[in-house]
């Protein structure tokens, strides 16, 4: 789930979005645009890379008719004049990577991403009915989940296959480490953890701009979560680790052009506040489990008071999990004796 919070300490250059359609320039030969979502959420960021005589373009948006008819109005004004030559993707999820396989069929693009994103898309694709499995109700039921809400929650399906279209059947692997020149510019490709695996950002250090993807946004949060194919995984972890390496090797003054929002000079106390964010979840499970053995499911008001929506329990029960998961990791709770066929956490061994 993607939750607000405040960014006191960042400078916002461009203070108010392209209207679907149009674009900004952000940087010589760097545009920014929006595709819109049907989601709380209403858009995701695409950029458009001077690419020689036409523009790389930086992920797609969602396979709907409405993000079709946002790329209509851009290609068919601000980008009428030049080609589309090249398409980036940075991660798997449908908001991003949806419409891939549409653009690339239109304009014979090549695509460029990760390899954990391109297989991983293809494996989900296949599997559209994956919420509905057995794993997911055990997930749900074994960590204290109800039986009604969980009929509710299994029954939702993921839709992803609606939302994605098929991919191309080739890629361009992208490897952290790796260098793409895209007309005169180098940029280094970086890959965040948490959010999405193997998630591709790109820094270019001559310009001082960071393509952040969703690994850091302004005022919300990014997903981090736990599912039932991967239990037992830690991406909290591995998010608070990519966010400290940012902070490390990014310049303070770099200009944040991130997946969703307005982009952002502030990198340093914006990873510090998301850090902290999540500290404070941590803070609240704790105090929950040392009152007494907790499940998952009784966790989650805790964390999450006010969610009731079938599709967004989903989503804060795997957030909740990714807090406990990274806890558990840290020694800071253990499980407890299990009750009832029902998993619970604990402060001390119970």
Not at 29 to 38: M, N, V
Request: net charge negative.
């Amino acid at each position: 789930m993607l939750t607000k919070s405040e960014d006191r300490s960042l400078s916002f250059p461009f203070p108010a979005p392209p209207a679907v359609g149009e674009t900004i320039e952000v940087a010589p030969g760097i545009l920014w645009a929006r595709i819109p979502l049907p989601f709380r959420l209403d858009h995701v960021n695409i950029y458009l890379i001077e690419d020689g005589d036409g523009w790389a373009v930086l992920d797609a948006g969602i396979n709907n008719d409405a993000a079709k008819a946002a790329w209509n109005a851009l290609l068919t004004g601000p980008l009428k004049n030049r080609r589309l030559t090249r398409l980036i993707i940075t991660h798997f999820h449908p908001d991003h990577i949806g419409l891939a396989g549409w653009l690339c069929e239109r304009f014979s693009l090549p695509l460029l991403t990760s390899q954990t994103t391109y297989l991983g898309c293809l494996t989900i694709s296949l599997q559209p009915g994956a919420l509905d499995a057995q794993v997911y109700r055990d997930f749900y039921l074994r960590n204290g989940m109800d039986d009604e809400t969980t009929a509710r929650v299994a029954t939702q399906g993921h839709g992803y296959l609606k939302m994605v279209a098929a991919l191309p059947p080739t890629f361009e692997r992208l490897v952290a480490g790796d260098v793409v020149k895209i007309g005169g510019r180098s940029f280094s490709v970086m890959s965040g953890e948490g959010h999405a695996p193997e998630q591709i950002m790109l820094c270019c250090e001559e310009e001082n701009l960071f393509f952040a993807a969703d690994q850091v946004l302004e005022k919300i949060t990014p997903n981090v979560s736990v599912w039932a194919v991967d239990p037992d995984g830690d991406p909290l972890g591995l998010f608070v680790r990519s966010l400290n390496g940012l902070k490390m090797n990014m310049r303070p003054d770099a200009l944040i052009l991130p997946g969703h929002r307005l982009p952002f000079i502030g990198l340093a106390p914006r990873c510090d506040e998301l850090i902290v964010h999540h500290e404070e979840r941590c803070a609240m499970i704790a105090d929950a489990c040392s009152k007494a053995p907790c499940s998952v499911w009784d966790l989650l008001p805790v964390v999450f008071p006010h969610v009731t929506d079938p599709h967004q329990l989903s989503f804060a029960f795997s957030e909740v999990f990714a807090h406990v998961n990274y806890m558990l990791r840290l020694g800071r709770l253990k499980w407890a004796s299990p009750k009832g066929g029902i998993d619970r956490l604990t402060i001390d061994a119970a």
